[in-house]
């Protein structure tokens, strides 16, 4: 199988004093420019007591900022046709975008005012602001109880990760009700900090003028961000059940997978790909099409900084939900019996084919940029991917699972029915 053909793309670095990292992937042929802020500033640092802050925080540095109004904003970035995206994670906020390449400084000038001098930071700022943006944060928290299979998961990452990165980005009905806008304004100084933080590019880009850009926008700022301790997962796995009279029964499994660092890092991902990465994979195959146990199944791999983890789904009827729970932690734990090669070879062209579309994509490089630079501390090039993937095998894929046994599954399931864990799982 021979791995994918593209045009070399020059990474280039470049790191400000005050520790805010540019990091670019000029693509001449295309007419976007696409970018990625991240700022470590996740779930996993919100003072005790205030969780949700980050959401409130981040949706509220976007109700004015600089010499604009909330609603001056928001035209100034649609008069240079700027797409939206960012949100909170557990471990980081971003803030990222993409327009035409001539447009990309100037919308670079509006993400400086959003990011440094946000209206939530000034003394009058209005009340009714923040207070609305809380609202939707609770809105968002509350909608969790018309979406169980969510629900479900939330429990499931609090479970497998009983400290600080178990703590949803959605936060909790306390935190969020305590929040005040000092609170906000306290937090923002101490955790959205240059230090650590990324500014991602890619597409149509000048890099060295996006680098004198920065400079004059960003120079100024200084300090480094609160630091989370590393991810810990529960020392023993555990099973825990969520009653709720639901027509379904939702099932959810976390157990160790390995860091993007690993060296096996990529016969980790074919492997997982092997299990659900199509509707041809294992799990789609043997749990619901032979057994028509499930009308849903899945597993993917995970990574926070220093910690890989995978999460399995199925989503059942009451009736068939033990058997479901048996058959998954089965199909997880079959793969390290070996894999066949038409089953790696079908899997690898799944991962480069979505590694094309990601290519296509400026926004989505970006995005995958600031995603490496702040797991590996580099960039890797679409060419390291597709070497990394073209040079998995089934018997590489064997030695891993040497190494790295399916174990130690954690369970959460939702629904009517409290389950037993099988006894070689426990």
């Given at each position: 199988m021979s791995s994918i053909t593209s045009t070399p793309v020059t990474t280039q670095t470049h790191t400000l004093r005050n520790g805010l990292t540019i990091v670019g992937e000029p693509m001449p042929d295309k007419q976007a420019a696409a970018w990625a802020f991240l700022i470590?500033?996740?779930?996993?640092?919100?003072?005790?007591?205030?969780?949700?802050?980050?959401?409130?925080?981040?949706?509220?540095?976007?109700?004015?900022?600089?010499?604009?109004?909330?609603?001056?904003?928001?035209?100034?970035?649609?008069?240079?046709?700027?797409?939206?995206?960012?949100?909170?994670?557990?471990?980081?906020?971003?803030?990222?975008?993409?327009?035409?390449?001539?447009?990309?400084?100037?919308?670079?000038?509006?993400?400086?005012?959003?990011?440094?001098?946000?209206?939530?930071?000034?003394?009058?700022?209005?009340?009714?602001?923040?207070?609305?943006?809380?609202?939707l944060a609770l809105?968002?928290?509350?909608?969790?109880?018309?979406?169980?299979?969510?629900?479900?998961?939330?429990?499931?990452?609090?479970?497998?990760?009983?400290?600080?990165?178990?703590?949803?980005?959605?936060?909790?009905?306390?935190?969020l009700e305590a929040l005040t806008l000092e609170d906000l304004q306290n937090d923002h100084r101490a955790r959205f900090r240059p230090e650590?933080?990324?500014?991602?590019?890619?597409?149509?880009?000048?890099?060295?003028?996006?680098?004198?850009?920065?400079?004059?926008?960003?120079?100024?700022?200084?300090?480094?961000?609160?630091?989370?301790?590393?991810?810990?997962?529960?020392?023993?796995?555990?099973?825990?059940?969520?009653?709720?009279?639901?027509?379904?029964?939702?099932?959810?499994?976390?157990?160790?997978?390995?860091?993007?660092?690993?060296?096996?890092?990529?016969?980790?991902?074919?492997?997982?790909?092997?299990?659900?990465?199509?509707?041809?994979a294992r799990l789609f195959t043997e749990v619901r099409e032979k057994r028509g146990l499930v009308y849903s199944v899945s597993a993917s791999p995970n990574t926070y900084r220093g910690c890989g983890f995978n999460l399995a789904y199925a989503g059942t009827t009451p009736e068939r939900s033990q058997e479901t729970l048996d058959v998954l932690l089965v199909e997880l734990s079959r793969i390290a019996e070996g894999v066949a090669e038409d089953e790696v070879e079908r899997a690898k062209i799944g991962t480069l084919s979505r590694l094309v579309m990601q290519e296509e994509s400026s926004r989505a490089?970006?995005?995958?940029?600031?995603?490496?630079?702040?797991?590996?501390?580099?960039?890797?090039?679409?060419?390291e991917i597709s070497d990394g993937v073209s040079a998995v095998s089934a018997h590489s894929i064997g030695e891993f699972y040497l190494e790295n046994p399916p174990r130690d599954f954690t369970v959460v399931t939702l629904g009517p029915n409290d389950l037993k864990m099988p006894v070689a799982t426990v």
């Open positions: 470590p500033a996740g779930s996993a640092t919100e003072p005790e007591g205030r969780e949700g802050l980050t959401n409130v925080l981040e949706g509220t540095t976007l109700r004015g900022a600089g010499d604009r109004d909330s609603r001056q904003l928001s035209e100034a970035l649609d008069d240079l046709g700027v797409e939206r995206g960012g949100g909170t994670d557990v471990e980081y906020t971003t803030y990222s975008g993409a327009t035409f390449g001539d447009y990309l400084l100037d919308a670079l000038e509006i993400y400086a005012d959003i990011l440094l001098r946000p209206h939530l930071l000034n003394a009058d700022f209005p009340d009714e602001e923040w207070q609305a943006q809380k609202m809105q968002s928290l509350q909608s969790l109880e018309d979406v169980p299979a969510r629900k479900m998961f939330e429990q499931l990452r609090a479970a497998y990760f009983p400290l600080a990165h178990g703590r949803s980005p959605l936060g909790t009905q306390s935190g650590g933080a990324i500014l991602a590019l890619a597409g149509n880009i000048d890099f060295p003028a996006v680098v004198a850009k920065i400079e004059k926008l960003f120079g100024d700022w200084n300090g480094k961000a609160i630091q989370p301790g590393a991810p810990t997962p529960v020392e023993s796995p555990v099973y825990q059940h969520i009653f709720q009279e639901t027509a379904q029964q939702h099932i959810g499994v976390a157990w160790p997978g390995v860091t993007a660092l690993d060296p096996h890092n990529y016969d980790y991902r074919i492997a997982m790909s092997i299990l659900s990465g199509s509707m041809g490089r970006a995005s995958g940029i600031a995603r490496d630079q702040f797991m590996l501390g580099r960039v890797r090039s679409l060419d």
